[in-house]
C-alpha cells in the first residue's frame, strides 16, 4: 500500500500563539463533537503507571469540553483480571463517555487454559463497568452526540485474528452511516505498511505485515476503501509524533497512529503522556495532539482537515 500524504493537511498560522496551557476548544465555534484519543495505557499495579494514567482523568477533566474518551488498546499490560481492577479503581465515578478497544496485550491471559474467552470476559466486564454498556463481543459501535464509533478487537485466539463474522459486522455498520459525516473507526491495529510500518513498528527484525492487522488487513482494508469519510485510530506501533507517518490519508480514508501513552516512543516525539485532542466542526476536523501528563500542546503537529 503506498503512503500518501493528504493534499488537504493545514496548519493554521494562528496555532503557533495559542496559548499552550488552554483547554479551550480552538476554534471560537463551539465543537459538535471533542473527543480525546490515546493508546497503549499498559495499567499494572505499579506507582508510576497508575499516577500517570489517573493524571490522564485529571487533564481530561480539565478540558472544557471533553465528549468521550477512546482507549485504542493495550489498555492493560497483561490482561490479568488484576490489571483491569485497577484500571477500574482509578476511573472516576462521574459519567464520563469511554469507549475501550482490545489490544493485544490485553489477550495475554490467553496463555494459561482458556485464557482468551477470560480476556474476552475482562473486556466486555470492564466495558459494562466503566460505560455502562454491555458488549456482546469485543466489537462494538457506540453514538457519542450522533457520530458513529465502531470498535474493533481481535476475536479469534489463531490467525486470522479478526473473524469474517466481525468483517461484515464492519461492512454493515459502515452502509448504515451517514457518508455526509465522519466516521470513526477504532483499532489497536493500524492497516499493514501504514504509518512507515513494519519499520516504525520498531522491531529489529519484521514482516511485511508487522505492526498491522496481519493477515486480515487486506480485507479490511477492501471494506474502508469504499468510504471516504472514515478516520481510523490506531496505537500498537509505540511511535512517537511523526510529521510523515503519524497522519496520513490511506486511498480514500484517513489514518491516525497514536504514540504509546504510558511508556515512551520511538521513531518519533520521545515523550510518554501523548495523545490527541479531536475536535470535529460543521466542515471540519481538527486534530490536536496534546501531553496530558505536562498539559500542554504539542502545535507543531496540529493537522486540520475538511469534510
Ligand atoms: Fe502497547
Known amino acids: 500500500m503506498k503512503k500518501q500524504l493528504h493534499p488537504e493537511l493545514t496548519i493554521p498560522f494562528c496555532y503557533f500563539f495559542k496559548k499552550n496551557t488552554d483547554t479551550a476548544p480552538l476554534h ?20 508510576y503507571r497508575i499516577r500517570r494514567f489517573t493524571r490522564l482523568f485529571q487533564s ?10 477512546v482507549i485504542c488498546g493495550d489498555i492493560t499490560d497483561q490482561g490479568i483480571r488484576k490489571n483491569w481492577e485497577v484500571v477500574e479503581s482509578l476511573i ?5 463517555c469511554i469507549l475501550p478497544c482490545m489490544g493485544n496485550h490485553d489477550t495475554w491471559e490467553e496463555e494459561s487454559e482458556g485464557g482468551f474467552d477470560k480476556a474476552v470476559t475482562h473486556f466486555t466486564d470492564f466495558c459494562t463497568a466503566v460505560s455502562g ?13 450522533g457520530f458513529p464509533f465502531i470498535v474493533l478487537g481481535r476475536d479469534n485466539p489463531q490467525e486470522p485474528f479478526f473473524s469474517d463474522k466481525q468483517i461484515a459486522f464492519l461492512e454493515r455498520e459502515l452502509s448504515l452511516c451517514d457518508r455526509k459525516k465522519p466516521v470513526f473507526v477504532v483499532s489497536h491495529y493500524a492497516l499493514n505498511q501504514t504509518h512507515g510500518l513494519p519499520e516504525t513498528f520498531g522491531d529489529e527484525e519484521y514482516e511485511d505485515y508487522t505492526g498491522g492487522f496481519e493477515g486480515c488487513s487486506d480485507k479490511i482494508n477492501a471494506v474502508l476503501q469504499k468510504y471516504d469519510n472514515v478516520i481510523l485510530f490506531s496505537g500498537h506501533s509505540h511511535m512517537g509524533l511523526n510529521p ?10 484517513h489514518s491516525l497512529n497514536l504514540p504509546c501513552f504510558m511508556f ?3 521513531h518519533g516525539l520521545y515523550h510518554c503522556g501523548l495523545g490527541y485532542v479531536v475536535e470535529v466542526y460543521e466542515h471540519s476536523i481538527l486534530f490536536r495532539p496534546r501531553s496530558f501528563l505536562r498539559g500542554r500542546w504539542m502545535h507543531r503537529y496540529t493537522i486540520e482537515i475538511p469534510y
Open 133 to 145: 454498556f454491555e458488549p456482546n463481543a469485543v466489537y462494538y459501535k457506540r453514538l457519542v452526540k
Open 60 to 69: 481530561c477533566k480539565s478540558m472544557v469540553q471533553t465528549d468521550c474518551l
Open 28 to 47: 471560537q465555534e463551539t465543537p459538535l463533537l471533542a473527543f480525546v484519543a490515546v493508546a497503549d495505557t499498559h495499567l499494572r499495579e505499579e506507582g
Open 264 to 266: 515512551g516512543n520511538h
Open 92 to 96: 472516576p465515578k462521574t459519567p464520563m
Open 244 to 253: 510523515t507517518c503519524t497522519f496520513e490519508k490511506v486511498g480514500n480514508i
